[in-house]
C-alpha cells in the first residue's frame, strides 16, 4: 500500500463543553510509504496531540485516521492497541526507557508485547543493537548511557517489530548538540532504508532534515513557511 496515514478533518478538544480547549482545529496530513515528514510549530501548538491520536493513545473528537488501510480512529480501545503494536514505532523525548531493566531487556520486553517469541525477540533485539551501535552496551542500564546512546536505545525499542510508521515527539529536544546529531543522522539514515516517519519538532534545523516539513499553528497544518522561518526551511 503507498499510502500509510491518511488524517482529514482532525479535531481535538479538551475541557469542558462550555469552555473547551481546541487543539486541533480541522487537521488533514497524508504520509505515502517512506516518506519522512517533519511537523514544525511552536510548544502548545498540538504537535504531541497529533502523534498521540495517530499512534491511538487518545481518540479524535471528530475527523478520520486511516492507518495502513485500516480505521484507526473509529476502533475501541482494545482494536487500537493492537493496530498500535502491529504498525507503529514511538520514540519519545526524555525516552521512557525501564531503568531497572537492562538496554537489551528493554528492547527485548518491547517484541514480547508485541506477542514475539522469546528467542525472536532477543535476534531481533541483539541486530538492532549491534546496527545501532550499541552492542556493547547491551547489558548496562540506560542509566549508565549517554543521552544520544539512550535516545539511539529508544528508537532499536521503536524498531523492533518492524512497524508500519515511525513517530517521533521532539527526539533531541533532551540531547546535548552532539547526541542531537547522531540521533538525526539515524533518522535520515533509516529513511534512506525505507521508514516511514513522522516527527514533530520546535526546532528547524531538527525539521530541516526531513523530507517534507509542515509547519503548525494554533491546531492546524499549514505546508507554506513562516516569513521567520523562510531562509533556512523548506517545504
Known amino acids: 500500500?503507498?499510502?500509510?496515514?491518511?488524517?482529514?478533518?482532525?479535531?481535538?478538544?479538551?475541557?469542558?463543553?462550555?469552555?473547551?480547549?481546541?487543539?486541533?482545529?480541522?487537521?488533514?496530513?497524508?504520509?505515502?510509504?517512506?516518506?519522512?515528514?517533519?511537523?514544525?510549530?511552536?510548544?502548545?501548538?498540538?504537535k504531541s496531540t497529533l502523534l498521540n491520536l495517530v499512534a491511538g493513545v487518545d481518540t479524535p473528537t471528530r475527523g478520520e485516521i486511516m492507518l495502513a488501510g485500516l480505521p484507526l480512529s473509529s476502533e475501541g480501545e482494545d482494536a487500537r492497541t493492537r493496530i498500535r503494536r502491529e504498525h507503529i514505532g514511538f520514540v519519545f523525548q526524555f525516552f521512557n526507557l525501564l531503568e531497572g531493566m537492562s538496554a537489551l531487556e528493554n528492547v527485548v520486553l518491547a517484541a514480547?508485547?508485541?506477542?514475539?517469541?522469546?528467542?525472536?525477540?532477543?535476534?531481533?533485539?541483539?541486530?538492532?543493537l549491534d546496527l545501532l551501535g550499541l552492542a556493547e552496551k547491551a547489558q548496562d542500564a540506560p542509566a549508565a548511557l549517554s543521552g544520544g546512546q539512550r535516545q539511539r536505545l529508544s528508537i532499536a525499542r521503536a524498531l523492533v517489530n518492524e512497524p508500519?510508521?515511525?513517530?517521533?515527539?521532539?527526539?533531541?529536544?533532551?540531547?546535548?548538540?552532539?547526541?542531537?546529531?547522531?540521533?538525526?543522522?539515524?533518522?535520515?539514515?533509516?529513511?534512506?532504508?525505507?521508514?516511514?516517519?513522522?516527527?514533530?519538532?520546535?526546532?528547524?534545523?531538527?525539521?530541516?532534515?526531513?523530507?517534507?516539513?509542515?509547519?503548525?499553528?494554533?491546531?492546524?497544518?499549514?505546508?507554506?513557511?513562516?516569513?521567520s522561518l523562510a531562509p533556512a526551511a523548506r517545504t
Open 164 to 227: 508500519t510508521l515511525l513517530l517521533a515527539d521532539e527526539p533531541t529536544g533532551a540531547l546535548d548538540s552532539t547526541g542531537a546529531m547522531e540521533v538525526l543522522e539515524l533518522f535520515r539514515r533509516l529513511h534512506v532504508e525505507g521508514q516511514t516517519i513522522l516527527l514533530v519538532t520546535h526546532d528547524r534545523h531538527v525539521a530541516d532534515g526531513a523530507e517534507r516539513v509542515v509547519f503548525m499553528r494554533d491546531g492546524r497544518l499549514d505546508a507554506s513557511v513562516p516569513e
Open 1 to 46: 500500500m503507498d499510502e500509510v496515514l491518511l488524517v482529514r478533518g482532525l479535531r481535538k478538544s479538551f475541557g469542558s463543553e462550555t469552555a473547551p480547549v481546541r487543539a486541533l482545529r480541522g487537521v488533514d496530513l497524508e504520509l505515502k510509504t517512506g516518506e519522512f515528514v517533519a511537523v514544525m510549530g511552536p510548544s502548545g501548538c498540538g
Open 112 to 128: 514480547v508485547i508485541a506477542g514475539a517469541p522469546r528467542r525472536r525477540a532477543e535476534a531481533s533485539a541483539c541486530g538492532l
